[in-house]
Nanobody, 124 residues
Framework: QVQLVESGGGMAPAGASLRLSCLSS????????MGWFRQAPGKEREFVAS????????AYGDSVKGRFTTSRDNVKSTVYLQMNSLNPEDTALYYC?????????????????WGQGTQVTVSS
């Protein structure tokens, strides 16, 4: 069973930056697309970003475009989410997810395995 472990969450003031990491236990990580989603209390899970197997195909949710960047290191089996210009609306539990296909997706149901999430809290 694939395990994803997120790290890097925490508390930050508005305007600050955080970088999330997600380490995969899957030896075939390099062939999988990866995604980031977030869920705030009382809200539905929201697509944040996705990255194709090679790192050249990227997609972002409208609310984070221009502020967040995702990348991956297939040697380290790790995907990253660099979050800049944070605002209180970014406060949520952030999840890393993987799908056993190389193409990206913005649909949570198309991902096959998920991490436990890391909390990001942005104060005004």
């Amino acid at each position: 069973q694939v395990q994803l472990v997120e790290s890097g969450g925490g508390m930050a003031p508005a305007g600050a930056s955080l970088r999330l990491s997600c380490l995969s236990s899957d030896r075939t990580f390099g062939f999988h697309a990866m995604g980031w989603f977030r869920q705030a209390p009382g809200k539905e899970r929201e697509f944040v970003a996705s990255i194709g197997w090679s790192g050249t195909v990227l997609a972002y949710g409208d609310s984070v475009k221009g502020r967040f960047t995702t990348s991956r290191d297939n040697v380290k089996s790790t995907v990253y989410l660099q979050m800049n210009s944070l605002n209180p609306e970014d406060t949520a539990l952030y999840y890393c997810a993987g799908r056993r296909l190389p193409a990206t997706s913005a649909t949570a149901g198309e991902y096959d395995y998920w991490g436990q999430g890391t909390q990001v809290t942005v104060s005004s």
